[in-house]
Every structure is written in C-alpha cells, then in structure tokens.
C-alpha cells in the first residue's frame, strides 16, 4: 500500500511517497503552484495517484506553537477538502510544526546551497511529514 505525503506551501507543493510496505518515505518532487489562482497541481498529483497506485494522502496540518489552527491550517483544511473530492482517497492531516525547519536545517548541515534548499525544502519537509506518520504506525 502506498502512501502519498503533502506540504502544502503557497507557492509549492512538496510530495514523497512511502514505499511498498510503508516503512520509509521517499522525496519525489516539488510541484510549481499558485494557491491564490486555485492552481494545486491537481492533474500532476492525479499522475502520481496512478503511477504508484496510492490508496492515502497524508497532508501537512501547520499548526501554532499553542495548537491553534492559523490561515495556513485553514488552507491546509480547504485543501484537504478538494483533494478528498477530486481523489476520492482516504486524507489524513498530520500536524507538521517545526517540520520545514527541521529540513532546513537538516539541508544546511549537509552544505547544500541556500538556492539548492529553496528548490527541494517543500519535498523534504513532505518527506519528514510522511516519515512521521509511518513511524507513528510501527
């Protein structure tokens, strides 16, 4: 069963997918969005959906620091929303504070370039974001 991982940016859609047994997550690319125009990369996410036969999509929920949902929770809830209907697929909001951070730093530490990070930092943070998840299940 595979299992697709989201971080949803404004900008960005960072995606991985979980291997075959759902152990380990892998980065597969960021997709160009334009969240204020309504563009969510649907049609490439539908290509992704098929070519790896996922049956569930884990999305990023940024959450506060306190637990408060924020406009970029509630974008995360819209968009949620649209890929249960579009999809017809099982979506789970994980929270991921902290998560891009983390990638960042993670990205730093291996002495990738800042414009390198900018073009795979949504990626890795859907990769922690699926990661989490399926440690959460083990």
């Known amino acids: 069963m595979r299992i697709l991982g989201l971080d949803l940016g404004s900008k960005t859609l960072g ?34 959906i098929s070519e790896f036969s996922v049956e569930k999509i884990i999305l990023g929920m940024p959450k506060n620091m306190n637990g408060s949902i924020g406009p970029r929770g509630e974008a995360s809830n819209a968009f949620a929303a649209i890929l ?25 530490s291996a002495d990738v370039s800042r414009k390198k990070r900018k073009q795979v930092i949504d990626k890795m943070a859907a990769v922690m974001i ?7 299940l083990n």
Do not use: C, H
């Open 84 to 108: 249960e209907k579009r999809f017809s697929l099982p979506v789970i909001l994980w929270d991921e504070r902290l998560t891009t951070m983390a990638a960042e730093k993670m990205l730093i």
């Open 130 to 136: 699926l990661q989490g998840y399926l440690d959460s």
């Open 15 to 48: 995606v991985a997918i979980s291997d075959e047994l759902g152990w380990t997550a892998q980065g597969i690319e960021t997709i160009k969005i334009d969240e204020a125009g309504g563009n969510y990369g649907l049609n490439r996410l539908a290509d992704i």
